[in-house]
C-alpha cells in the first residue's frame, strides 16, 4: 500500500531525497504558456477571460454573466441543505473569533516631549480571494481566506472561482455570504489572476492576491506578484504524522489517506520509532482505502508521495520533521505537548490523538491556508497580518531634529549622499 523506509545517516534513501526536494516543481514550459495568458488578458480584457474560460472550463458565458447575480446567491442560500448552512455557520464563528485574537493595534511612544515614533496598522483596501474549483469544490477555503481579511478591515473583498456547466456549488455561494465577500466572478485558472492583477471592465483590479490553486494559478500569482501583493507560492497539500508505538495505527492510517485524497501530487508521510507500528498502519491503509469514492486519486498519491519512514528514536523523528517542514503536522505522541516545543517548521500543528488536520481544514478556527513545500521554514499561515499594512509613523520638533543635527548628517555624508544631509541642514538653519 505504501513504502516504508528505514532511515539511515550515512545515505538518504531516493525517496526521501525527493521528499527534501519537492519545492523544485515550477514547470519552464506552464510559465511560459502562463505568461502569453497574462499578456493576453491585460491587453484584451474581458474578451480574453471569456475566451480561456471557454477553453478551459468548457463553459461559455457572456461579460455580463461573469458576475455572480443576486437571483443566483438567493437560489444557493434557499436550496443548501440545512444541516450544512449550520456547519458553516458554525465555522465561520469559530474562524472568526479566532481570528480576531490577532488583530493587531497601532502604537506609539515618546522619546520626549519634542518627539514620537509609532506604527499605524491600515488594512488593505481591495484583496482578491482564488477558490479552487476542479476535482472538490472548495468551500472551505472560502471561510478560511475571506473571514480573515474582513477581520483584518479590507474593505472591498472580491473573490474568483472557476465555473462548471452545473454552475458554481451553492455551498460556495453561501459560504462567500457568510463571510462578507462582496462581489463573486465565475472565473478560474491563470486568466482569473491576471484580470484580479490587471483588472478589466468587468472584473475590478485588486491590491493583493490569496488563496490556493494549482499550478497554473501558483505560476500566474508568481509572475503578478509586484504588480499586486501575494500570500505565498501554494503547492500541493501535505501531512508528516509522528507516530511512537502510543498511537493507534488507524487513526494514523486515516489521517495519511485523508491528506492523499487531495490530488494525485499530495503528500502523506508517517514518521515512527516503532516498526511494528509501520506495518500496522500499512495494513489499516489497505483496508480503509476500500470504502473511499477517491481511491485512484489516493493510490496514486500514496505511490508518487507516501512513505513510512522509521527512525531510531524521537529526536530524529523530531529533526526529520523539522527538516521536511511541512504543511500540517500531526503528533500522535504520548508525550506531544512536550515534544511540541521542539518543533520550528510547520504550518500547523495538530497534537494528540483528537486532533485531525480535518478539524483544521473545516472548523477550528485557524486558516487552512497554509505553507507548503517547505516553506513553513520561512512563512506562516495565512492570517489576519496578511491583510493589513504597517506604517512607520516619525515626528520631530524643530529642537530634536537641532539635537541630533551633526550625527545625521555625518551618517548621510558618510553614504555620499549630499542631499539627504542638506535636507536636514535646511530645516536647522531655518527651525519652522
Given amino acids: 500500500m505504501i513504502e516504508i523506509i528505514e532511515y539511515s545517516n550515512l545515505e538518504k534513501p531516493a525517496r526521501l531525497e525527493k521528499i527534501l526536494r519537492r519545492a523544485e516543481w515550477f514547470d519552464v514550459q506552464i510559465e511560459q504558456n502562463v505568461r502569453s495568458i497574462l499578456a493576453d488578458v491585460k491587453k484584451n480584457g474581458d474578451q480574453a477571460v471569456l475566451k480561456y474560460t471557454a477553453k478551459w472550463d468548457g463553459v461559455s458565458l457572456t461579460a455580463d454573466e461573469l458576475q455572480v447575480s443576486d437571483t443566483e446567491l438567493a437560489t444557493a442560500s434557499s436550496t443548501i441543505a440545512k444541516e450544512l448552512l449550520s456547519a458553516i455557520r458554525q465555522a465561520s464563528e469559530n474562524i472568526r473569533n479566532y481570528h480576531e485574537h490577532q488583530k493587531p493595534a497601532s502604537w506609539q511612544y515618546q522619546l520626549d516631549e519634542d518627539a514620537w515614533l509609532g506604527e499605524q496598522v491600515v488594512p488593505i483596501e481591495r484583496v482578491g480571494i482564488y477558490v479552487p474549483g476542479g476535482k472538490a469544490g472548495y468551500f472551505s477555503t472560502v471561510l478560511m481566506t475571506a473571514i480573515p481579511a474582513k477581520v483584518a478591515g ?3 473583498l472580491v473573490m474568483i472561482t472557476p465555473p462548471c456547466e452545473e454552475g458554481i456549488s451553492p455551498a460556495i455561494l453561501v459560504a462567500a455570504q457568510e463571510a462578507g465577500v462582496d462581489e463573486i466572478f465565475k472565473v478560474g485558472g491563470a486568466q482569473g489572476i491576471a484580470a484580479l492583477a490587471y483588472g478589466t ?6 491590491d493583493k492576491i490569496v488563496g490556493p490553486g494549482n499550478i497554473y494559478v501558483t505560476t500566474a500569482k508568481k509572475l503578478v506578484f509586484g504588480t499586486v501583493g501575494i500570500d505565498s507560492l501554494a503547492g500541493p497539500s501535505e501531512v508528516v504524522v509522528v507516530a511512537d508505538n502510543s498511537a493507534n495505527p488507524q487513526q494514523v ?8 485524497e487531495h490530488d494525485e501530487m499530495a503528500m502523506a508521510i508517517c514518521i515512527t520509532t516503532s516498526p511494528l507500528l509501520a506495518e500496522a498502519v500499512n495494513k489499516e491503509m489497505t483496508t480503509l482505502i476500500k470504502k473511499l469514492n477517491r481511491r485512484e486519486i489516493i493510490e496514486h498519491s500514496l505511490q508518487e508521495w507516501g512513505t513510512i519512514i522509521i527512525v531510531p528514536d524521537l529526536e530524529k523523528a523530531i529533526w526529520l520533521a523539522n527538516e521536511i517542514a511541512p504543511e500540517h503536522l500531526a503528533l500522535m505522541l504520548e508525550d506531544s505537548s512536550t515534544l511540541v516545543k521542539q518543533i520550528k517548521n510547520a504550518g500547523a500543528i495538530f497534537l494528540g490523538s483528537f486532533s485531525p488536520v480535518a478539524v483544521g481544514d473545516y472548523f477550528a478556527g485557524p486558516s487552512h491556508v497554509l505553507p507548503t513545500a517547505g516553506t513553513s521554514r520561512f512563512s506562516s499561515r495565512l492570517g489576519v497580518d496578511d ?12 529642537e530634536y531634529l537641532h539635537r541630533y543635527e551633526n550625527q545625521i548628517t555625518t551618517l548621510a555624508r558618510a553614504e555620499n549622499l549630499q542631499a539627504h544631509a542638506q535636507s536636514v541642514k535646511i530645516r536647522c538653519s ?3
Fill in 387 to 398: 491583510f493589513i499594512k504597517k506604517i512607520s509613523l516619525v515626528e520631530y520638533s524643530a
Fill in 154 to 156: 479590507v474593505e472591498k
Fill in 253 to 260: 492510517a486515516a489521517e495519511l489517506l485523508a491528506q492523499a
Fill in 430 to 432: 531655518n527651525k519652522k
Fill in 201 to 206: 471592465d468587468t472584473i475590478p483590479k485588486v
